[in-house]
Structures are given as structure tokens and as C-alpha cells.
């Protein structure tokens, strides 16, 4: 069963720095590719990082490009997004999901059940 469990959201100040871990269970991040997205209340799916396997090659949305990083640790099942000079527009529920193939794409397979980033002063 394939599951992703999001943690290390909460309060940061605008300027500040976070890291979100994305725990995962029941595939190998080796062969399917990986990504954050947020979703704000009212406002539509963002899909910001993507890692994809088995190169690693990351992608990243305009908005956060230069100061988000994504990762993963293949031996730990672990995913990342390391989030610097955060703004309050970052403010929004954090996801992390898996794609049905190596490839990132548009369409999340299994995504966990969000963690929660607030930017502000």
C-alpha cells in the first residue's frame, strides 16, 4: 500500500527558512517520481517541485525557483522541500505525492494528507 506522510509544517516569519519531509512506504522513490504541491484555501493546485527518478532531476514552478530545493533519500524513503526566503504568499497546505511513472507530470497517483506552512509576521 502505498503511503506518504507530510511533516514540519507550522509558523515561520517572512524571510524565514523550513523544511518539509515527506515520509514514504509501499513503492521505491528509485522508480517513480515525486512532488510537492500546495493548495490554498479558495485558490486552485500548485504544483511548485518535482524530483523524478531514477536521475533525480528536479523541476521547479516560477514561484518558488531560487529558493526551494527538493530532495530525496532513496535508502530512507524520504522526500524533502527545503524552503528559504519564504514570503506570506507561500502561506498554504503542503502535499506530497507520487506519479503512476519515473516521470513528473501533471497527474498525482497517492498524495499524503497535507502540512500546513503560515507565513507571517
Known amino acids: 500500500q502505498v503511503q506518504l506522510v507530510e511533516s514540519g509544517g507550522g509558523l515561520v516569519q517572512p524571510g524565514g527558512s523550513l523544511r518539509l519531509s515527506c515520509a514514504t512506504s509501499?513503492?521505491?522513490?528509485?522508480?517513480?517520481?515525486t512532488g510537492w504541491f500546495r493548495q490554498a484555501p479558495g485558490k486552485e493546485r500548485e504544483g511548485i517541485a518535482c524530483?523524478?527518478?531514477?536521475?533525480?532531476?528536479?523541476y521547479y514552478a516560477d514561484s518558488v525557483k531560487g529558493r526551494f530545493t527538493m530532495s530525496k533519500d532513496i535508502a530512507k524513503n524520504m522526500v524533502y522541500l527545503d524552503m528559504n526566503s519564504l514570503k506570506t504568499e507561500d502561506t498554504s497546505v503542503y502535499y506530497c505525492?507520487?506519479?503512476?511513472?519515473?516521470?513528473?507530470?501533471?497527474?498525482?497517483?497517492?498524495w499524503g494528507q497535507g502540512t500546513e506552512v503560515i507565513v507571517s509576521s
Open positions: 505525492g507520487t506519479f503512476p511513472t519515473s516521470r513528473c507530470g501533471e497527474n498525482y497517483d497517492v
Open positions: 509501499g513503492f521505491s522513490l528509485a522508480y517513480y517520481a
Open positions: 524530483i523524478s527518478a531514477p536521475d533525480g532531476t528536479t
